[in-house]
């Protein structure tokens, strides 16, 4: 074991603000939850707007991006073939930025949306129902992938087109901090990401275990309680910590090929044995009003309710500012996964690749599994509302599943799914923290020890989360943990920009010609910027 290699004051950093957090709410449950409560509310009711406006912004930047000139950077050399093929990429991609969280919103946000509709909207009128399949595919679609992509320009740029073994989020922001990344500056914004990532953890493991637990109870039997639920997320932690340590050639490409086949079994079963054609025409509709009412959507933030008097959902705030913070806090560890995976592709086609082949993935997801329960509800022969309102989400996604035919078998497979899901996030998360905190990465991999180290600690705060929480304090895990990152962000984009923007300038002019831009028109064609 090589301790020189540990970036300590990271490492220490990291478990003084965990700790730090989670004991006080070991010792003092309910003043916690009330703390961490009056925290969200203070910052989506005051910040909203600036998660909102990343959000957007993120989007534009990227598109901007893609179509102009940097757009043309190939990373890596000329010559440089791709590493993987695009349906692995995109494979790779999906199981390490989408979790088991996608089988849990993707079967049941309708069924809030449908008794809570936003821009004041009447609840289960007709309107409410047709937002309800689309607001699921808005909060999983380009925006939310934008968050992801934009940590992977800076991070991609120096890895692969500066060559710089870039295994920080601190060190691509060099290019804007200069030497300030190798003091305290530095420190903080990898300890503010790993602890972003903490927290995404703790909303992740936190909605996933109830919802394993239950299919394992109606498999087997076995109660629904606080200790089952430890038990399966010690269980998962132990699955994926094997798969981080076995490293990323085996435990974690294993699991994700898994993955990918089970949820193309799940999807087209559901598919094929439920309503096809209700299921077609109301995501396609679906897709239509996302388009149609996109922008509204984005900026959504009931103004009106708190200076006017007007009824207040608080839609924006539970939603759209919470998702936002939730993709935003994984967005710097699935930045350092796609550009380490998009070795040979354009900068565009990795922009536009994460953002068309996320977004269709995760429409196919909400298309399928939530427009099943929304077609039972709507044809009474299973009333899902009632049925949440009474045993809570995970029961009822459970009990969805059961209106299927073979329903132990699907129960089965789509439990096992979500813990596979769950792991092939965890074991990339759990691999990259273990990068983030070691001043370098001998032979390509994080310390094995390492890498266990980590994938216990992001368990932690979930356990204790889900010892005190409620949904409500659990979705907090990622707002309050993910607020500082909204600065990171910007900084990311910047330091993209500038270091870019300087080698396209001196390439340009032939003195110091660093960087190979594709040209995607005319096939080998030389242009003044080749080398
Ligand atoms: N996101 C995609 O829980 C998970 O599925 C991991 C969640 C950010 C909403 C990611």
Redo the contacts with the bound molecule.
Sequence with gaps: MNKNLIDWPTFFGALVILFGVTIPLVIFPEAGAEVINAANRFMTGNFGVLFILMGLLSLIFLLFVAFSKQGKIKLGGRETKREFSTFSWAAMLFSA?????????GMIEWAYYYQGPPFGIAPESEEAIQFASTYGIF??GPI?WAI?TLPALPIAYFFYVRKKPVLKISEAIRPVLGKYVDGPIGVVIDVLFIFGLMG??G???A??TPMITEGVNDLTGLPVNLGTQAGIMLLCTAIFAISSYSGLQRGIKVLSDLNLWLVIFILGFIFLFGPTVFISETTVTSIGILLNDFFRMSTWLEPLANVAGFDETLFPESWTVF?WA??????PFVGLFVARISRGRTIREMIIGTMVYGTIGCILFFGILGNYGLYLQLTGSFDVISFMNEYGAPATIIAILNQLPLSTFIVAIFTILAII??AT?FDSASYILAAVAQKSVKGGDPLRWHRLFWAFTLCIMPLVLMFIGDLETLQTA?IVSGFPIIFIMFLLAWSFMKASGEDIRASRDYRAPTIYITHHKKEGSRGPTDK
Excluded at 97 to 102: T, Y
Excluded at 326 to 331: E, G, I, K
């Design positions: 930025g989408i979790g088991s969280s996608i089988l849990y919103w909060h999983w939310a992801y995404g953890a909303t992740t493991l909605l996933g998702y939730w993709w935003l806090v994984y967005a899901f769950l996030t990622s």
